[in-house]
């Protein structure tokens, strides 16, 4: 395991610079690789916006979290899914690019949400603040999702599910973290990669 500082991170993003993130990407990745890993992942969802600089330059693979959340909602059957995360995330092409290919529809928050959501993210969560009102706003939002048609979210932030869970979601979940870590676990243990 290893990470830049999300300060470091956050410089780039900032300056909505994908090449420099994907520079601190490919720096834990050659660490990772002289340590021994046979394959790499990033559970930050927003980060992997810049995949298209660190995937040709890697010396490793990497298990994409997008592709593994598009996998997980076509096993479960769900053809239209909320998207929720960061602003950088939820307007870039990273869950399109996953789900588009394989016929399942996803619907963005609106700008608005968009806004209070990145806010709740950055103002909260990432401090780890839970509230009540951060809860019942994503409820909101959820259930807006749910009348325009999404059968799932995805919770396409690491922080999120510390919030917003099965239990209390309007729309059956989709954890890209918690999904993501199986899938790392199962790709691991499996005979093809031994």
């Known amino acids: 395991?290893?990470?830049?500082?999300?300060?470091?991170?956050?410089?780039?993003?900032?300056?909505?610079?994908?090449?420099?993130?994907?520079?601190l990407m490919l720096s834990s990745a050659e660490k990772l690789a002289r340590a021994g890993a046979d394959f790499l992942i990033c559970p930050d969802n927003?980060?992997?916006?810049?995949?298209?600089?660190?995937?040709?330059?890697?010396?490793r693979p990497w298990?994409?979290?997008?592709?593994?959340?598009?996998?997980?909602?076509?096993?479960?059957?769900f053809t239209r899914l909320g998207l929720t995360g960061t602003r950088f995330l939820v307007q870039s092409d990273v869950y399109p690019g996953q789900l588009t290919p394989r016929g399942i529809d996803y619907l963005r928050?609106?700008?608005s949400?968009?806004?209070?959501?990145d806010r709740l993210i950055w103002e909260e969560l990432v401090n780890g603040r839970i509230t009540a009102d951060a809860l019942a706003y994503f409820q909101r939002?959820?259930?807006?999702?749910?009348?325009?048609?999404?059968?799932?979210?995805v919770l396409g932030?690491?922080?999120?599910?510390?919030?917003?869970?099965?239990?209390?979601?309007?729309?059956?979940?989709?954890?890209?973290?918690?999904?993501?870590?199986r899938a790392a676990l199962h790709h691991a243990v499996s005979p093809a990669t031994t």
Do not use: F
């Open 1 to 23: 395991m290893h990470s830049h500082s999300l300060a470091d991170y956050v410089t780039y993003l900032d300056r909505d610079d994908w090449q420099g993130v994907g520079e």
């Open 46 to 59: 927003t980060i992997h916006q810049a995949m298209p600089y660190v995937a040709p330059r890697s010396p």
């Open 63 to 77: 298990l994409h979290i997008a592709e593994v959340v598009a996998e997980q909602a076509r096993a479960r059957g």
């Open 109 to 111: 928050p609106e700008p």
């Open 113 to 117: 949400e968009r806004d209070e959501i």
């Open 141 to 153: 939002v959820i259930e807006r999702m749910k009348r325009d048609g999404c059968d799932a979210v």
């Open 157 to 181: 932030c690491t922080e999120i599910p510390l919030l917003v869970n099965d239990g209390n979601s309007p729309l059956p979940t989709l954890d890209s973290t918690r999904l993501l870590a």
